[in-house]
């Protein structure tokens, strides 16, 4: 019995399923079934397979409890090590979530050497593209030093340096009854067929929005992009939320149907932040970063 058995079949036990566990563990489902079937022979049975998922034996949900406190102890001495190879080495991970539409591993590298280094010479760091999800798991983790992030208030011990803001607007196509508008107020989604691309903070404030004002949409659908939501929105005629400047600008001379109105009020702000823990060993040069990466979005974006 392993560390990492425990771990995944601790997972397992909370997600109730082989295929959300591996999703949220990010290895593949068959590599996890494989994982738990060797546990299971050296223990005995662990879960009932059910077509509907999975449920915990007797012995399941005793290991699960009494496996607990080793859990807890092993990702602090994880992070306690984690913290002390990187503080010696200076070695800073970052993950690139929110504001990748312009920012990007070559752009970090260039901030580094030409504003990082300089005040610290031994400093070094890897940079990563990573999906919402995935990114906010390793950075809670403590497998990240520092990610970007979008629409994201709640702190939890960590600090927060927004790196900029911009205003959301509605995406409308020719042919939809509101393409003649200037501008419009968010109580038009009522009833309406919207597609977006967002992360899942802002989708809860947009849903949160319409329910307190009465303006539901009759679908809400989550695209996988921003590229292929533009293309939805044009080709199905139906609305789509975007990001003024910040993906208009580039976007909208690809899809000459569509027209970026405003809003009435300022609806759902899109802001990008840099998230550290704020008592990580190397805060000094997580904020010399995060000063550095809001320069190059005040000068690169606007």
């Known amino acids: 019995m392993t560390f990492r058995q425990l771990k995944y079949f601790s997972t397992i036990y909370e997600c109730k399923s082989l295929a959300k566990a591996s999703q949220k563990l990010y290895i593949s489902q068959q590599g996890l079934s494989r994982i738990l079937s060797s546990l ?36 602090e001495l994880e992070k306690a090590v984690y913290d002390f190879s990187h503080t010696v080495s200076q070695q800073v991970d970052i993950g690139l979530i929110g504001g990748t539409r312009y920012l990007n591993t070559i752009n970090v590298r260039q901030i580094w050497q030409n504003s990082i280094l300089p005040s610290y010479p031994n400093a070094r760091f890897e940079a990563k593209d990573l999906t919402y999800a995935q990114g906010m798991e390793l950075f809670k983790e403590g497998k990240l030093d520092l990610i ?61 929005y319409c329910n307190e004002n009465d303006c539901q949409p009759a679908e809400i659908v989550q695209q996988s992009d921003t590229l292929y939501m533009y293309d939805t929105c044009q080709k199905e005629v139906c609305l789509g939320i975007t990001i003024q400047d910040y993906y208009t600008r580039p976007l909208l001379p690809q899809f000459p149907e569509l027209k970026a109105i405003p809003f009435t009020e300022n609806f759902l702000p899109y802001t990008v932040s840099a998230l550290f823990r704020s008592d990580h060993p190397m805060a000094d040069i997580l904020i010399a970063l995060s000063d550095e990466l809001k320069t190059f979005f005040i000068s690169y974006v606007n």
């Not at 662990?46 to 807890?72: D, I, N």
């Not at 959301?168 to 989604?189: D, E, I, N, T």
């Not at 009522?190 to 949160?208: C, D, P, R, S, W």
Request: charged share 20%; proline share 5%.
């Open 148 to 208: 970007t992030y979008s629409d994201y208030d709640v702190t939890d011990g960590w600090s927060k340096i927004d790196l900029g803001t911009w205003r959301r607007v509605l995406l409308v196509p020719k042919g939809h009854p509101l393409y003649g508008a200037s501008q419009v107020s968010p109580k038009v989604l009522k009833g309406e067929h919207l597609v977006i691309y967002t992360n899942t903070y802002a989708k809860q404030k947009l849903l949160q």
């Open 40 to 75: 299971e022979s050296e223990v005995g049975p662990l879960f009932t397979r059910l077509h509907h998922g999975l449920e915990a034996t007797l012995l399941g949900t005793m290991l699960y409890s009494a496996c607990q406190p080793v859990l807890r102890e092993m990702n």
